[in-house]
């Protein structure tokens, strides 16, 4: 059966009340993440909030979205690190069989994880870039014209809800909802400083050889930061 | 249409303009007259605060509206002006009895013909951004469900503001937050950085950090920076 105008009324009575709920609720990143999905018809969605070229703090709407971000942490590559670093949006309809091959890395890995086809909306207000919402079927299949302009816009308030989080915090820190997104990505900073240290490297080095050696070894970034951390991983042996 | 669709096609129209591109001011009207429609009050009104805090009438369905609530703003009194300092919801059945609580507005209210008011809080995770007044001519006030709707079509609206808001202050929070997140990192990576060095755990290591920058009058975060940058050496650190 058609969906008639009731039906979109309620579908998007719905998702107002869900971005109401999410943006004045306790986990406002992960629960925007899951009206995202909902209201784009995708299986998942994931937000990162970029500090230069490094991963400040992100939330998502479930594992496999969270495992997206953490593969691209780890390999420093994929969709929402170009949509970031561009400000343009990434599509990729077939991760599988892609039109242009990329992410050599990432792609096969994102497979594995689950992903079919991937897009990515950078979070932008005005000139500022401050990271990307990233999307993820199962299956490949491309996003209609109105689901992309849909995602930006979504991408836009996610950017100003983020926004209007931080303007809370006293200047100099982070306010307390942003803080617990940070999660595990201190661990990783931690490690860099004290790589650099045995190697002899700067930090943005030091960070390199653990992505690499997280590749190398098939396991998150987080892990090996904190066996770097606890001492039961050193890189000048 | 029945009174859920309606009130299901206004929420239409809000969560259009939040993924769309929109007027600020068209959507305060629509959302000032879908009240009106949906929630049998006689009129109603929208105040915003500007970025000095200062309320200014941005959306009138009448006139009688118009006039209590320019005067609320001029006289610094009323049910919407208490409803943006608290960020609570103000109502009152009855605005002829209100005399003890608003002396300068309750008669000014009753002359122009309204009798109950509900004021609904516009916010976005405890930012207040203004109030909408719902006015009804009879001494009726309104049922809690219809209040809930009003308050759902507030706050989807509230964020449609906030979003076109976000443009004039972007820059000044995005750079917020991306200095402190790059502090945080530097902090964390100079723990790293120390820890290995004296072979202490990150606690210590940020301790020493902070003693430093105290001996030194100077923030941990310059601290940091110098030391990742590798201006400053951790031997330094260590003398102390």
């Not at chain 1, 995708?42 to 500090?51: F, K, L, W, Y």
């Not at chain 2, 299901?8 to 007259?33: K, R």
């Not at chain 2, 007044?133 to 906030?162: C, H, K, M, N, Y």
């Not at chain 2, 902090?187 to 920058?213: S, T």
Request: net charge negative.
């Amino acid at each position: 059966m058609p969906a008639g105008p009731h039906d979109r009324g309620e579908r998007l009575l719905g998702v107002a009340a869900a971005i109401a709920a999410a943006a004045n609720g306790e986990h406002p990143v992960e629960d925007l993440c899951r009206a995202c999905a909902q209201i784009l018809s995708v299986a998942g969605a994931s937000v990162v909030v970029m500090s230069g070229g490094v991963r400040g703090l992100g939330g998502s709407s479930d594992p496999v979205s969270a495992r997206i971000e953490e593969l691209q942490e780890t390999l420093g590559e994929g969709p929402s690190v170009d949509a970031h670093q561009t400000g343009h949006a990434v599509s990729e309809p077939d991760l599988a069989t892609p039109r242009r091959p990329r992410w050599a890395a990432f792609a096969p890995a994102a497979l594995a994880a689950g992903a079919g086809a991937l897009f990515s909306v950078p979070l932008r207000i005005g000139g500022v870039r401050l990271g990307a919402l990233t999307l993820y079927r199962p299956m490949p299949g491309e996003l209609s014209a109105g689901q992309h302009l849909n995602a930006q816009a979504l991408a836009n308030m996610v950017a100003n809800i983020i926004l209007s989080m931080q303007a809370e915090a006293s200047a100099g820190s982070l306010s307390p909802d942003l803080d617990g997104l940070v999660g595990h990505r201190s661990e990783v900073h931690q490690a860099s400083g004290m790589v650099s240290v045995q190697l002899g490297v700067g930090v943005g080095e030091a960070l390199v050889r653990l992505r690499a050696h997280a590749y190398a070894t098939d396991r998150p970034l987080a892990e090996v930061a904190a066996d770097v951390v606890a001492r039961r991983l050193r890189f000048d042996e | 249409m029945t009174r859920e669709q309606r009130i299901a096609s206004t929420f239409v129209e809000l969560a259009d303009s939040l993924v769309d591109d929109f007027d600020v001011v068209d959507l305060m009207v629509l959302l000032t007259e879908r009240c009106v429609e949906l929630l049998d009050v006689s009129s109603a009104g929208l105040l915003l605060a500007d970025p000095v805090g200062r309320l200014n009438l941005m959306a009138a369905t009448d006139e009688a509206v118009e006039t209590v609530a320019l005067f609320q703003i001029q006289r610094d009194e009323g049910p919407c002006r208490d409803c943006f300092h608290s960020g609570l919801r103000e109502s009152t059945t009855d605005l002829a009895a209100a005399g003890a609580r608003w002396p300068l507005f309750a008669p000014v209210a009753a002359r122009a013909g309204l009798r109950a008011v509900h004021a609904i809080p516009m916010r976005l995770r405890g930012v207040v951004l203004g109030s909408l007044g719902l006015f009804r001519i009879q001494p009726v006030p309104l049922e809690p469900s219809e209040l809930a709707t009003a308050q759902a079509l507030a706050d989807v609206a509230s964020i449609a503001i906030l979003s076109s808001r976000g443009i004039r202050d972007a820059h000044v929070l995005a750079d917020q937050l991306e200095s402190t997140l790059n502090s945080r990192i530097a902090v964390e990576q100079a723990k790293g950085i120390v820890a290995e060095h004296l072979g202490c755990g990150m606690d210590e290591a940020f301790g020493r950090l902070r003693l430093y920058a105290r001996a030194n009058q100077t923030g941990v975060t310059i601290v940091a920076q110098a030391l990742v940058d590798g201006s400053l050496s951790t031997d330094e650190l260590r003398a102390r």
